[in-house]
């Protein structure tokens, strides 16, 4: 039977893989709506190949120029703004909704696209960083299916697979620690983007690189398998293990652990989410244990990733807190990119903002958006 699916970001890396995958299962997927940023000629490429009925594009100036460069015989509707980006969230026809799109930009459709009781192959983490407890009950109350597509959270989905939640002693998180891993605070000093977008395991989009390089994107991943799962922060251990080979796993309460692995492709999550509960064949690279040789594993330095910290301690205090210490990350990432502070900076830069914040309870969406606004103005205060 034929899925239907939005891709929102279908020019990041986890929308091409996402289109990787669509093209191994022509027959079984379709994809109705794709939404892009600033690269309009991959959009072009993409509206060619897949035929969507929907192309949203940010900007209007740029949906405007995509709009001439199609040949006539195109039927894709070019829609713009965040107006463009919930419809293509909400397109009648699409049934899972892949929220590829980095940044709690996500969040807005993300929300209109659970309203509408799609099912959400979540790869954007920031959505439930920043809405933890709030998404959750919304997506229950409007019996909306949340997948993961994150690998580590795929793989304790994986693992909870005819378990119950309630037997889960503890969750192991394995991060690869980065290209800094082992490093120290005085060697963090000197470091530049360039060595921070060098990451050993993983070709990813560049926010959640630099999130890899100071494990905030830990950080945030133990803030989202915290609301996915519903475990306590203090049953999420997180583990180095630079292979990147065990993608996750649970430890039950009868002290069996079952863990996930496979080689660090994100198709396979992907496809994971889009088919699921079904497995599927495909043609992805076979894990081979034996030539790997080693697995390792390492204790994280909280001390010298201080942004993992700071994940943990947001969890804690609870309210608005993650869905600052979020933002401030977001927009210090950006930051960093553009070169104006050091590498450094963002983790002390996020503690600061962290201590400023009174955090408020979460009952709705402009709590959330009060917060963020909140942090974007004590950053620019700076
Ligand atoms: P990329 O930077 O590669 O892609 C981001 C996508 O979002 C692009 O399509 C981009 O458009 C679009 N986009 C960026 N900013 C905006 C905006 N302001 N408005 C609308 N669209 C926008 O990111 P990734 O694919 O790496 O990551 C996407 C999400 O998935 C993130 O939340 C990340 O944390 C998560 N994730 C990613 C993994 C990975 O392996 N890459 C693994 C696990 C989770 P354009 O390119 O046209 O500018
Ligand atoms: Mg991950």
Redesign the pocket.
Known sequence: MMKHISIL???????TQTLDVVREHKEKLNVCAI?????IDLLEKQILEFSPELCCV?KEENALKLKKRLPSNIKTEIIHGMNG?IESAIYYKSEIIVT????M??LKPTVAAIKKSKTIAL????TLVTGGKYIINLAKKYNSQILP???EHSAIFQCLMSNHKKTINKIILTASGGPFRGRSIEYLKNVTLEDALNHPN?S?????TIDSATLMNKGLEVIEAKYLFDVKPKQIEVVVHPQSIVHSGIEYWDHSTITQLGMPD?KVPIQFALFYPDRIKNSFKSLSLLEIGQLTFEKANLEVFKCLRLAFDALDIGGTMPTVLNAANEALVNLFLNRKISFLDIGDINERIMQKHNPKKIETIETILEAEEWTKRAISSF
Do not use: P, R
Not at 100 to 103: K, T
Not at 204 to 208: D, F, N, V
């Open positions: 970001g279908s020019t990041g890396s986890i929308g939404t892009g940023n600033n690269n940010m980006l590829a799109i980095s940044g930009i996500g790869a954007n983490k920031e597509i994150d690998s993983w990813m989009g560049k926010k959640i994100m």
